[in-house]
């Protein structure tokens, strides 16, 4: 069974401090892994697209990273308005998008 | 730009009753989708249109029904609501199917008694 899996499920980081989020994933064929970000009583929103194992994708001070089995979202310095809930999907062959239940960060100034 | 459009944002049911979910996109995507969120369970897809004129299952296909009106209007029909449906509802858009670049709508919030 395709399985996404993000940890932590929750996450509390004081301004400044550096971290990362994990999205561990057990499919039959990776055709893309997709992060997002969503904020209280709204939608997601896109952040990045990751395709092959070693990529990499940077915004601010967000940087995704892929390898065979999992992606790390590493947060940088992060600040109060980094606050959300981090999603991660994947794509698999044969039209199939599977979402992980997310990562809840709360950055404290 | 509106971007993707959904009502209503609330709403609140009772068990059997009916209701449609509309959404639109300006932003000429090809691809539709509706999703719903339930807490720790992540998104889960119902029905997809790849393209106008097109309408697929996802995983959670049942009791729920869609039409894809135009290349702008994918709806979402409840025809007789249950307790499990209580869920937060996105709609979503695309250029081509997929998991990149989705654009989601703000979300409905239903419940149903």
């Known amino acids: 069974e395709d399985q996404v899996t993000q940890s932590p499920e929750a996450l509390r980081l004081q301004e400044g401090e550096s971290s990362s989020l994990n999205c561990s994933y057990t499919?039959?064929?990776?055709?893309?892994l997709f992060w997002y970000r969503q904020d209280p009583g709204k939608g997601p929103e896109f952040l990045f697209t990751?395709?092959?194992a070693g990529e990499e994708k940077e915004k601010e001070r967000l940087k995704a990273t892929l390898t065979k089995k999992e992606s790390f979202l590493h947060i940088t310095a992060p600040k109060p308005e980094d606050s959300a809930t981090y999603l991660c999907?994947?794509?698999?062959?044969?039209?199939?998008?599977?979402f992980g239940a997310g990562t809840i960060l709360r950055v404290k100034s | 730009n509106a971007g993707v459009t959904q009502t209503p944002k609330f709403q609140v049911l009772k068990t059997g009753q009916s209701m449609t979910l509309q959404c639109a996109q300006d932003m000429n995507h090809n691809s539709m989708y509706w999703y719903r969120q339930d807490p720790g369970m992540g998104l889960r897809l119902i029905y997809y249109?790849?393209?106008?004129?097109?309408?697929d299952k996802g995983e959670v296909p049942n009791g729920y029904n869609v039409s894809r009106l135009n290349k702008r209007e994918f709806s979402l029909r409840l025809e007789s609501a249950a307790p499990s449906q209580t869920s937060v509802y996105f709609c979503?858009?695309?250029?081509?199917?997929?998991?990149?670049?989705?654009?989601f709508g703000s979300g409905t919030q239903l419940s149903v008694l």
């Open positions: 999907a994947v794509e698999i062959y044969g039209n199939k998008l599977v």
């Open positions: 499919v039959s064929g990776l055709r893309g």
């Open positions: 990751l395709y092959s």
């Open positions: 979503a858009s695309s250029e081509v199917w997929g998991g990149e670049k989705l654009f």
């Open positions: 249109s790849a393209s106008e004129g097109t309408t």
